[in-house]
């Protein structure tokens, strides 16, 4: 069931609802990154976004 699993962006607490945190009404969003794949062709712009990401923090 961990791919059912939400957290909330506000508080951090974890839910199976879909939609708000019951809590405090937060966005919620899926806490596991994405599966990695040496075959996957998208790979040279997730890690050209997550360059650009770094080098704006």
Known sequence: MVWLLRQCTKCGRYTLRQDRCPVCGGAVKIPH????????????????????ARAEA
């Open 33 to 52: 990154p994405a599966k990695f794949s040496m075959d996957d062709r998208y790979r040279r712009y997730k890690l050209k976004m997550r360059r650009m």
